[in-house]
């Protein structure tokens, strides 16, 4: 009997990597993972990658006709990993054409967030649109782009970088060393920083004066917020603002079909949507109205990256 | 012997309606223009263009192949002009429709920034280019974004709006009913604000206090800037701050190889590029700094309309 023809989807983070193999549907064969930080030396990660893989693949019993891996300021055009702050392997990691060598399939890469966008394409909530962008609000906020069916790389390979829009010149600083981007108030770390700006700027009662800022946490403030609390509560309101324009901004650009949030700050729900929606019917260009949703990722978080870089193997496979 | 192959390119104004029948390497062979603002009529308006068109290809002895139409909102998708502001014609005017019956060749239409970025792809400084963006700088800001080699059009066919991302929220008043739009600030009009706001706000000595408001044009600012005007300056220094910020979040967006400039606006040369650099060097996000160039449209102001929409017929055409 033939095998069946499977994809291996990896995503390299800074703490661990996770793989899984999947088959054309998107059904998950086998998943595993291990720690990025103990292999310092790329060559010898991505042999302890490529080997505990293709063992997988064996006891799988399928046949890996292709691999996609989704890693932070990986370059679709060059295969490379250039300058990514997160990871320990320094100068330019020749991530493609080493794990070609080693897997001996065709393998396609891309940032975590664009392998994201392909992941909601299709298997999630995209299926089926031509049209859309994908942010993940978490740490910081990453995004793919999506027009007529296919991702925005641009000329550098490097485009869809919604998280450094400027929003506030002048405003906080921002992690690529300038000021103001929308990750620095429309993130899990951005929220944190809108409440202690705000526990400074109110006066009214908030059990989160009773925490020291490094232990503040998007998840604590939602807690608060659900019960009430003032400073918390305007946190929301302010981060979906901010979000609300950037998106706005977003929309008279690429006029995509559907907004499509993940990520630790949008598992808030409603205390994120509620203000969220009310900021886009003000801000949003009249002739846009209603020409765009918001939806929320429905991929179980535990195999949303797999299943992105999976549907990036997918789509090179197809093509 | 054959005729050879020619196309009609048209871009309806508010005021004027310009055409050109060219060949497919955007040689002129004809061109006229009329008073759009005569014809409160559609139907009158496109029968009127018709006839005259068909003339002209008859005189000049071609076979016309298609027709390239850019105009206000006008959709590439419905081939019709939806509620544009500067039009007399009321309701949703069936643009391609009527023009397609009347001409008896195909009609692709869309709108002039649109037009004006495929005129630069074809025939002017974005030969060759796959990603790039369009900017006019004129009453108003328009823009066509190319990526992939292609215009993006979005879910809509109104994508590409860059006049309209918000740069200050609760701004300056915006045509389109919002506040703090681009074309607010980095427009012909938005160097006239910016002039009369710095007036209000600087001390300093100005050629330009003795004009009142409705005088003011960005060309006397431009003339006053090259003899030292030291407001003006500044008016062409804050205009370049916030086109600056613009496309650096344009660039992070879709990381184009160029920025083209067009309109009236654009004409100031060295007074708006060498703030507008100078600006981009410190808000450009470094991972794209040298990724892209800005250039201005070398093409005649008086055929850069025409070669638009014919660049749209040519482009339809070889499809």
């Known amino acids: 009997m033939e095998k ?3 994809f291996a989807g990896i995503d390299i983070g800074g703490t661990n990597t996770v793989w899984g193999i999947t088959d054309l549907t998107g059904k998950i064969l086998a998943k595993s993972t291990f720690r990025t930080k103990d292999f310092p030396d790329f060559s010898k990660y991505s042999s302890e990658l490529a080997t505990r893989l293709l063992t ?7 046949s890996m006709v292709g691999a996609g891996i989704g890693a932070p300021n990986a370059n679709y055009f060059t295969g490379n990993i250039e300058k990514a702050a997160n990871l320990s392997w320094k100068g330019v990691v020749r991530l493609r054409e080493d794990m ?3 897997l001996k399939v065709p393998v396609a890469v891309t940032n975590d967030a664009n392998a994201a966008a392909l992941g909601e394409m299709i298997f999630g909530e995209a299926k089926g ?29 490097f485009a869809g970088e919604l998280g450094h829009v400027i929003m506030v010149p002048g405003g906080r600083e921002c992690g690529c060393g300038r000021e103001g981007c929308l990750e620095t108030y429309a993130s899990a770390t951005g929220i944190v920083r809108t409440t202690c700006q705000l526990l400074a700027e109110m006066n009214a009662e908030s059990s989160l004066r009773n925490l020291p800022p490094t232990e503040l946490t998007s998840q604590i403030i939602a807690e608060a917020a659900t019960k009430g609390d003032p400073i918390a509560l305007e946190a929301f309101n302010f981060t979906a603002e901010m979000l609300a324009i950037a998106i706005a901004n977003a929309v008279v650009f690429s006029s995509p079909e559907a907004i499509i949030l993940a990520g630790g700050l949008a598992k808030a729900g409603e205390l ?8 886009l019917d003000e801000y949003t260009m009249q002739s846009f109205k209603g020409t765009f949703r918001v ?25």
């Open 272 to 279: 994120l949507t509620v203000p969220l929606q009310k900021y």
């Open 4 to 6: 069946i023809k499977a």
């Open 295 to 319: 939806l929320h990722s429905a991929l179980p978080l535990s195999e949303a990256a797999i299943l992105g870089s999976a549907a990036l193997a997918i789509s090179e496979y197809k093509k």
């Open 129 to 157: 649109m031509k049209d859309f962008i994908m942010l993940t609000l978490g740490t910081g906020v990453g995004s793919g782009i999506v027009t007529d069916g296919k991702l925005v790389y641009g000329q550098t390979g």
């Open 100 to 102: 070609e060598r080693k």
């Open 56 to 62: 997988d693949v064996e006891k799988a019993g399928v």
